[in-house]
């Protein structure tokens, strides 16, 4: 399911970067350190920028839920700290970005308050 949590995680992530209808580029290099840190394969990578290209927000919004949800709940905790940490990119947490946090926390059954936890303590580092 490795690869199914990768592009859950990047789906969700170009969803939660286009919330605020601007990509800025501290979120465009928080993305590439998540594809690092992660070890996301460039051909995943490639897949994905070119679904973000051809597909509808809420298609790919849909389709990164339902890969989430087939994560282990330790990769659903992840993925929210991953979010989180995207989320305080650009130095501005809008409020669309809550919105998706909570509401796709609350469809996966994420522990916010475990995410929220340790994005704080990877944002100190």
């Not at 580029?25 to 594809?35: G, R, V």
């Not at 051909?43 to 920028?49: E, K, N, T």
């Not at 990769?75 to 998706?100: P, S």
């Amino acid at each position: 399911m490795e690869n199914g949590y990768q592009i859950g995680l990047l789906y969700l992530s170009h969803i939660l970067i286009s919330a605020d209808g601007i990509i800025h580029e501290e979120e465009q290099k928080a993305l590439l350190k998540i594809k690092q840190e992660e070890k996301i394969s460039q051909s995943i990578f490639d897949a994905f920028q070119r679904d973000v290209k051809t597909k509808k927000l809420n298609e790919i919004y849909q389709r990164g839920i339902d890969l989430v949800l087939d994560c282990t709940p330790a990769q659903k905790k992840k993925i929210f700290t991953y979010l989180f940490r995207l989320a305080m990119a650009d130095g501005n947490i809008h409020v669309k970005e809550v919105r998706l946090l909570l509401y796709s926390a609350k469809m996966t059954e994420a522990e916010l308050t475990e995410a929220l936890a340790e994005a704080d303590r990877l944002q100190q580092h």
